[in-house]
């Protein structure tokens, strides 16, 4: 196991899987949201050029289901490690969810966007969600009255934040990655990269990952139940 101290710079990026414990679904699991939808009907812009009130419906619902999610042990672990390391941690999320900001992490990329924020397709002005009237179909901008979108990528666009993602990825003594397949990318790309840089690579993750040849150090389980043990373990022992 690697030795992690104070110093370590520390890279975390998560995938669906730490928030499954929260009760929201991921994406390729059994009964995951791409079972009941296809990608190309509700995520692509051209989707939602083609149908915006089923693209809207979807993530209005999506929303809602994030405002009623709690963060898990995996999440609150997180904040931890966060608050123990202060500047040398950085966390990347592929999640639209908010709920490691909620569980009180700071350093946060939200690489594929939020569901609790919107913007307009003409202004470009960015809204929270909780300002807008959900009740229309298609919700207008409070601005210029263009049509907003939610301010999500989709499959197509590129992802938000990749020059700040890739000198973080250069300068990482761990990379870890929790709770994602390793199928969509660039993010499925990030553990090869980081390694390339010299970082050394853990994975949790509840079944084993497309890009685990990249991986040094694999955990198979739950994130709620393993990132408590190992991060209190990297706590303690740098302690002694
Ligand atoms: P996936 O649904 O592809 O993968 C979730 C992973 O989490 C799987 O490998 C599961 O085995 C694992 N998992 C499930 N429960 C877990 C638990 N309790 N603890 C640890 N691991 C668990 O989700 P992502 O990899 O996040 O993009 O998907 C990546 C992107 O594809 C998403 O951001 C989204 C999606 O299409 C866009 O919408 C652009």
Redesign the pocket.
């Known amino acids: 196991m690697m030795k992690v101290t104070k110093d370590t710079r520390v890279l975390v990026l ?5 928030s ?2 929260s009760g929201l679904k ?4 059994a009964g ?3 079972e009941n939808h296809r ?1 190309e009907d509700v ?1 692509t812009p051209e989707a939602f050029r083609r149908a915006p009130v089923m693209v809207w419906n979807f993530y209005k619902e999506r929303w809602q289901q994030a405002l009623q999610a709690k963060p898990n042990p ?1 999440h609150l672990a997180l904040a931890k490690l966060e608050n123990w390391l202060q500047d040398n941690f950085h966390l990347i999320t ?3 969810d908010g709920l490691h900001t909620a569980a009180g992490n700071k350093r946060v990329i939200e690489m ?1 966007g939020s569901l609790h924020t919107c913007f307009c397709t003409r202004c470009h002005t960015r809204f929270p969600m909780k300002d807008i009237n959900l009740e229309e179909d298609i919700p207008l901008c409070p601005k210029c009255k263009g049509m907003l979108r939610p301010d ?4 197509g ?1 590129v ?1 938000y934040h990749l020059d700040k993602i890739d000198a973080l990825l250069h300068n990482c003594d761990v990379f870890m990655v ?7 990318y660039p ?2 790309g990030f553990v090869m990269t980081a390694r390339y840089f010299g970082a050394h690579t853990i994975a ?4 084993p ?1 497309e890009n685990s040849e990249f991986i040094d150090e694999f955990y198979q ?6 990132l408590p043990r190992l991060i209190d373990e990297w706590i303690n022992s740098a302690d002694k």
């Open positions: 998560t995938g669906a899987g730490i499954a414990e991921t994406f390729r699991d995951g949201l791409w990608v995520a995996g592929q999640n639209v594929h999500v990528v989709w499959f666009e992802p929790v709770g994602t397949s390793g199928v969509v993010a499925a949790v993750n509840l079944n990952m389980g739950k994130a709620g139940e393993i």
